[in-house]
């Protein structure tokens, strides 16, 4: 049973003058980004077209993992989201840690997850500072072996900042915790 750790970054975040918000039937704008792209909502997540697909907006920050980290049943993985940050006090913040599966089309199945509330200190300096915020799992036994996803998330908070994500696909390798046993050859018996 070991520790594992893995820093991500999610680079720079700033307190938004206005929540993002829809405008027009399937407009989005974000005035953080000053991005307006075509959306369509369920009530919980904008969606949007890429490639043919309807993909959660949220979930389209996606690269593949630059370090994959190996566990096993037991292990503890801590995941340590960092970002830079410039603008007011924010309270109430939330980070979202998780690991699972990406489905085809984006959807987002963990298999263990948590949000944590925290607050961001003020920032009055252009020159934005480091941050982060951490949690650790503890593996538990009976998963499957082989490669899984890593979701970590900021979002809300008062003033809003957003919603930041970064996803890493196939930065777990687990294994069964299982380790094989020597064979040792013998010699036939018989006639």
Known sequence: MELKTLALAIGDLKAMADPPALYGPNLYYNPATRDTVSAWTDGNRLWVLESGIFV??????????????????????????GFDYTGPAVSGAQAYFGWGYFGFIGNWAPTQEI???FNIPANPSSTP????????????????????????????????????DLAYNLGLNLSSGIIPRRLRRVKPTGP
Not at 57 to 74: C, E, H, I
Not at 130 to 152: K, M, R, W
């Open 129 to 164: 500072v480091h941050q982060e915020q951490s949690f650790t799992f503890t593996i538990p036994s009976g998963v499957s072996p082989g490669l899984a996803d890593i979701l970590v998330q900021v979002n809300g908070g008062s003033p809003d900042v957003g919603q930041h």
């Open 56 to 81: 959660p907006l949220n979930f389209t920050n996606r690269q593949s993992a630059p370090k994959v980290v190996s566990v096993a049943p037991g292990d503890k993985l801590q995941i340590i989201l």
């Open 115 to 117: 949000w944590v509330s």
